[in-house]
């Protein structure tokens, strides 16, 4: 007789422990020697890994795994406990005889039936509400992702605001007859100011483009535009655009970025995000008068590697991996201001370009974050 017409279904709930495998054997073996003596299939049994089905879990209201759920027209009948076998011997008189029983009423043929089909309809509609509860999810998790991107999107919008202006300012002096510091300003000077205004300008106005994108997205993909990059130049326009934040906590910094560092291909707004955040960082935690060092070396024949080190009171060994985590923050940052998002932004953004991302660190002895870029090849 077809498995469908079966009485009763057993669900066999298990987890993903080594033996939950030989378990699930062993009872399937117990169970065909049981019915082998009987004229017809009293039961067809399915096992379920309650990691994949946890609405099934909650709707049995199960406790522990494994557990034995017996689905009937007249309800179900839970076992559970590692000696599911004794119990299935023990319960099977009963059964073969509801199963007789339920085959002779023959005025109620399809009331077997609709039982088992009851049980395969749950579990279709388990595995639905799972797949939705997962979407759902994974939605609320691109709209938090979306929202935090653009806060800090905005929130970084100062650092190129704040370049240009300084430039722009710094310029009025030439048409300020009242400021001895015009005839200081020497042409090339100007066209070196005017070339670090305009390109501030051009990264607001990328920044401004990314958070209209990701605002008008339900999630906030990162637009990720590689060309080649020399990571000296953006390295040197980051610490002259963080030279105000430095000179108020009076904190040294050391840059050691050869001249014969290869390209690498990478979008060079992203990167400067990238490198802005480990910079503010190290400026956050150093302490006053304190020293920063930031170093680029050719790692290998494919990538490039960036450092940044500051001498903060560095990061437990427990959470150096957690500290990428979005929303992550350590204890002692909890009552400071910020998003707790940054170093994940910064994870995204490295691995979007096939890079890695890393710590080295240990309590009072500062933090150095790496991070790994590939070379531009013609």
Not at 99 to 125: K, T, W
Not at 341 to 354: D, K, M, N, P, T
Request: aromatic share 6%; net charge neutral.
């Amino acid at each position: 007789m077809p498995q469908a017409e079966a009485p009763f279904k057993l669900l066999l709930f298990i987890d993903r422990q080594p033996s939950a495998a030989q378990q699930a054997y062993q009872i399937r073996q117990h169970l065909e020697q049981l019915q082998a003596s009987t004229a017809f299939c009293v039961a067809a049994l399915e096992t379920i890994d309650v990691t994949e089905h946890p609405y099934l879990a909650e709707h049995f209201k199960l406790v522990a795994t494994p557990a034995l759920v017996k689905v009937a027209a007249e309800g179900h009948q839970t076992l559970a406990g590692r000696n599911l076998i004794p119990q299935l011997s023990h319960w099977w008189p009963r059964w073969l005889q509801e199963a007789q029983l339920h085959s002779e009423r023959e005025e109620q043929p399809d009331q077997s039936f609709n039982a088992v089909a009851q049980s395969s309809q749950i579990l279709q509609l388990s595995d639905q509400i799972f797949q939705l509860n997962q979407a759902q999810a994974a939605l609320a998790l691109q709209l938090e992702f979306k929202d935090r991107i653009i806060a800090m999107m905005a929130h970084d919008l100062r650092n190129p605001l704040t370049a240009a202006s300084i430039a722009i300012e710094t310029m009025e002096l030439v048409f300020d007859p009242r400021e001895q510091a015009a005839a200081q300003l020497k042409p090339e000077l100007i066209a070196q100011l005017l070339r670090s205004a305009k390109s501030q300008i051009q990264t607001i106005d990328r920044m401004i483009t990314d958070i209209l994108q990701a605002a008008r997205s339900s999630s906030a993909e990162l637009q990720i535009r590689p060309q080649s990059l020399s990571l000296e130049s953006v390295c040197v326009e980051v610490i002259e655009s963080l030279k105000r934040k430095l000179k108020a906590k009076r904190q040294a910094v050391s840059a050691d970025l050869p001249q014969d560092l290869p390209l690498v291909h990478a979008d060079p707004v992203q990167i400067r995000r990238v490198i802005v955040n480990l910079m503010e960082n190290a400026i956050k935690y150093t302490p006053e008068t304190g020293k920063i060092d930031i170093s680029a070396l050719h790692r290998t024949s494919q990538k490039v590697q960036v450092s940044v080190r500051d001498t903060g009171p560095g990061i437990p060994t427990d959470k150096q991996q957690r500290i990428f985590e979005e929303s992550f923050r350590l204890q002692r940052d909890r009552d400071q201001d910020g998003h707790g998002f940054g170093l994940a932004l910064c994870q995204r953004i490295v691995r979007a370009h096939y890079g890695q991302i890393w710590v080295d660190s240990a309590p009072n002895r500062g933090s150095c974050f790496h991070f790994t870029l590939p070379v531009y090849r013609r």
